[in-house]
């Protein structure tokens, strides 16, 4: 008498259910609460792996089903391969965030450094190595916040409103001390006129007052940091 193999309906396991449903909980949980980014790409990013967990290991899990004769244990395993899978893949990109954020840390300690040797060596002027500082600052700033979650993107969201002001700031004192460096500033054989006069005049005016506004920024700079 051959034995007849039986065939059983499709289904998941008890594992399966609960492997899906920490894999489930898991994407939400990295992507928006533990990065603390509630941002709608974020949030997006999280619904689409969801959906793509309740999707793609069920629907490998049912062609191994039906490859196998309808055997429900291979549709089981193949379920519990697949999710395994996505943990891996879950663990690496978490992986990658964590070195994003060592690196990012690393460039803008260099920038810094590079920054200091550069006014120390006299390589080039202050005024375009500030400029060029304050651009990788800026960019290396926006990575940390973008990799960063909790307190520690708060950190960086301060540092970064702090840098902005005092760019703003020092840019500001920088034009008014260039405009007072143009040729003819303070050469009489050109003021002879009450207009080049009221616009010499305005020019040094505009230079004291953006220096005052430094001054008071750096006296206050560290209430602001504080506060």
């Not at 060592?102 to 060596?121: F, G, I, K, P, W």
């Not at 990799?147 to 004192?173: A, C, H, P």
């Not at 040729?183 to 005052?212: H, P, W």
Request: hydrophobic share 35%; aromatic share 12%; net charge positive.
């Amino acid at each position: 008498m051959t034995n007849k193999r039986i065939k059983e309906p499709y289904s998941l396991s008890k594992l399966n259910g609960i492997l899906l449903l920490v894999l489930c909980c898991a994407y939400p949980l990295y992507f928006v609460v533990l990065k603390n980014n509630y941002s709608p790409h974020n949030i997006g990013i999280s619904i689409g792996s969801v959906i793509g967990t309740l999707i793609v290991p069920v629907f490998f899990s049912f062609i191994g089903w039906f490859v196998s004769g309808k055997r429900a244990h291979v549709g089981h395993i193949t379920l519990n391969i697949f999710v395994g899978l996505m943990f891996f893949s879950l663990f690496g990109q978490i992986g990658t965030d964590q070195a994003k954020m060592r690196n990012d840390s690393v460039d803008l300690t260099n920038a810094m450094e590079e920054y200091r040797s550069e006014l120390r060596n006299n390589n080039g002027t202050a005024d375009s190595s500030y400029k060029k500082i304050t651009g990788t600052v800026r960019s290396e700033l926006d990575k940390l916040i973008r990799n960063s979650r909790g307190k520690e993107r708060e950190s960086y969201q301060v540092l970064r409103e702090y840098f902005t002001l005092s760019d703003s700031i020092m840019s500001g004192w920088q034009d008014a001390y260039g405009e007072t460096a143009t040729e003819g500033m303070l050469d009489f054989s050109v003021l002879t006129t009450d207009s080049a006069c009221i616009a010499q005049k305005n020019t040094y005016r505009r230079f004291v007052n953006r220096s005052i506004d430094y001054k008071r920024f750096v006296n206050n700079r560290v209430d602001f940091r504080s506060s």
